[in-house]
């Protein structure tokens, strides 16, 4: 079994910065990516940045330039730093990982259970 636990949301004015970090925990083998999810009350889940083993980064387009995600595959862990944050970047963010759990070539995705990340002032 694995966990993903966020933590890091809150609330914050228009301008402000968050930093949300998730650790995974339990039977990893492997894990072969790590995203930031996010879901606006009466929208649809949507996929805000990911990041790969090797570093490779991509962003929603509204985003960019603003939110910026790293990931420590050593520590399971990934983290998604957020400046001049805007009204429309107020949702639920979850974290998302590929995680092999008992054969390197067998995937599955797990999810964490969400942060409320609320910009308002």
């Known amino acids: 079994q694995v966990q993903l636990v966020e933590s890091g949301g809150g609330e914050v004015q228009p301008g402000g910065s968050l930093r949300l970090s998730c650790v995974a925990s339990g039977t990893i083998l492997r894990i072969s990516g790590m995203d930031w999810y996010r879901q606006a009350p009466g929208k649809q889940r949507e996929l805000v940045a990911s990041?790969?083993?090797?570093?490779?980064?991509n962003y929603l387009d509204s985003v960019k330039g603003r939110f910026t995600i790293s990931g420590d595959y050593a520590k399971n862990t990934v983290y998604l730093q957020m400046n001049s944050l805007k009204s429309e970047d107020t949702a639920v963010y979850y974290c998302r990982a590929g995680v092999a759990t008992d054969r390197w070539d067998l995937v599955q995705a797990y999810w964490g259970q969400g942060a409320q990340v609320t910009v308002s002032s």
């Open positions: 990041v790969t083993r090797g570093g490779s980064t």
